[in-house]
């Protein structure tokens, strides 16, 4: 009994704005279809109907629990107007004045009563508890998005976290794959290409170190330049001497070569910066074949930096 009493003040609304709805249905369909195709008419009849029907029902959802309807109010306010306009105009079209007056007044008392209806049911409080309400709801809804927010930080924190492990991962892996290929074919290579007895072993692989030391004319720590250390092999008797002042000779030469190609380079107007010597000596050094370590190139310009300011500037 109590259901019934609920859903009694319902009951008149409901038919009203059923029998509104199908008839702007048919009236929206009927004038559209003679300027387009029927299908097309009548779904825009029934996107028009829905909308109104969706306001209608978020008006009800917010008066029951007391929020603002502002939005659902004006929509509804707003179709109902044209849903009266488009009524009257299809019943004059009609030629039938009796059926556009009432096609206008069922949608007009359909919202009447649904009014009447929605105010019936709707809660009753007062204008400070309404404010209380909703400040409750704006401030549980600031919770909630500050939740969400630092929830989706947390996410894409972890998840960059994994990418960088997994990238870390990846790279080590990679290099440990390279370095194990890397010795397989060498071990082969002197499998293959056995050297004589009297050569000895070869060099492991060279390190990265090791190889900047040689591209840049140096030689590596730890490693004796060619006839400056070490024990000559047997059976050279003499010529080790001979041998080891030719190469002596010939560092002489390179280093007096050195010197002087650093004396040019220097001797600019203005003279050059460090970076830019550095650049001309190695480069210059490359093309007359002349090595030397970085080292020595820094001492160059030092001392060609030392004679031009003791000469006051003079070369």
Known sequence: MSNWKKAAPWVLPAILTTIAVAWAIDAIGGILAEQAAAPFAYSVAVLYDA???YALAQETAHRRQGSSARLPKAIGWVFLPLTVAVLGARGLLAG???AAVVGALIPVLAKV???MAIDRDRTRISARAQAAIDRTRAATRDRIAVSR????ARADETKAAAEILKDTREAEAEAVTVTHDACERYAEVIDRHPLPEAVGE??????DRELEALLSGGVPDGVPALGTGGEAPSGTGGGTVDGTRQIEAMREANNRSVALLAAQVY???PPP?????????????NARSLTGSWETIDALYDREKALAESTGGQP
């Open 113 to 115: 009563t649904l009014v």
């Open 273 to 285: 910066s460090k970076r830019k010597f550095r650049e001309v000596m190695r480069s210059a050094m």
């Open 267 to 269: 001797a600019t107007n």
């Open 96 to 98: 039938d004045v009796l």
């Open 149 to 152: 927010a630092v929830a989706a």
């Open 202 to 207: 070869l060099p492991g692989l060279v390190s």
């Open 51 to 53: 909308v109104w029907l």
